[in-house]
C-alpha cells in the first residue's frame, strides 16, 4: 500500500504559486500511478492531476497549462507545481495512490 503524506500547502495572492509534496511511503510507489484531488467547500471532490507510474501526466481541464505534477520514484514522492493561482483554486488538496488518500493541505488564494 502506499501511505500519502501531503505538504505545502498556504495562503497565496491571486496569481501567485505553490509548490505541494506527497511523501509516499510503501514499496509499491514505483508501480502506482499517483493523482492529487481537491475538495472545496460546498463542493464534491474533483480530480487535478493524475501521474501513471510511467510519468505521464494528465490534468483537468480547469488547471491545464497552470499546474505540473511531477514525481519521483527514488524519492517516493509526487509533487504539484502551481502556477497563476486563482481563488477558484481555494480548496483542500489531496494526494491519493491504490485508492489510500492522504489527509490533505489547504490552499487558500486570497488577496
Known amino acids: 500500500q502506499v501511505h500519502p503524506v501531503e505538504s505545502g500547502g498556504g495562503l497565496v495572492q491571486p496569481g501567485g504559486s505553490l509548490s505541494l509534496s506527497c511523501a509516499a511511503s510503501?514499496?509499491?510507489?514505483?508501480?502506482?500511478?499517483m493523482g492529487w484531488f481537491r475538495q472545496a467547500p460546498g463542493k464534491q471532490r474533483e480530480m487535478v492531476a493524475l501521474i501513471t507510474n510511467a510519468g505521464i501526466p494528465d490534468y483537468a481541464g480547469s488547471v491545464k497549462g497552470r499546474f505540473t505534477i511531477s514525481r519521483d520514484n527514488a524519492k517516493t514522492t509526487v509533487y504539484l507545481q502551481m502556477n497563476s493561482l486563482k481563488p477558484k483554486d481555494t480548496a483542500v488538496y489531496y494526494c491519493?495512490?491504490?485508492?489510500?488518500w492522504g489527509q490533505g493541505t489547504q490552499v487558500t488564494v486570497s488577496s
Open positions: 510503501g514499496i509499491r510507489f514505483s508501480i502506482t500511478s
Open positions: 491519493v495512490g491504490s485508492n489510500c
